[in-house]
């Protein structure tokens, strides 16, 4: 049976914001899939990530990806 999506992902940013300084050396740009508590992989794009993390986890399990980038882009919507 499938986990049941959480309603964060605290525990994924956590291990994602532990990791980063060394994987800004090793995977700067690239998108990190994170979940239960591991990096699954780093990818190219946001959809190969995407691709791997339902691959990994399925529909309907909560994974994360975030690009490896030193400081988070800001957007603003007018």
């Known amino acids: 049976m499938a986990e049941k999506p959480k ?5 994924e940013l956590a291990w994602y914001e532990s990791n980063k300084a060394e994987w800004l050396n090793t995977h700067l740009g690239k998108f990190a899939l994170v979940g239960k508590k591991r ?5 190219p794009t946001y959809e190969a990530a ?11 399990t909560a994974f994360l ?9 800001v957007f603003v919507i007018y």
Request: proline share 3%; aromatic share 14%.
């Open 7 to 11: 309603a964060s992902l605290q525990q």
């Open 39 to 43: 990096a699954v992989g780093f990818y």
């Open 50 to 60: 995407f691709e791997a993390g339902l691959e990994e986890f399925g529909i309907g």
């Open 65 to 73: 990806i975030k690009q490896v980038v030193e400081h988070e882009p």
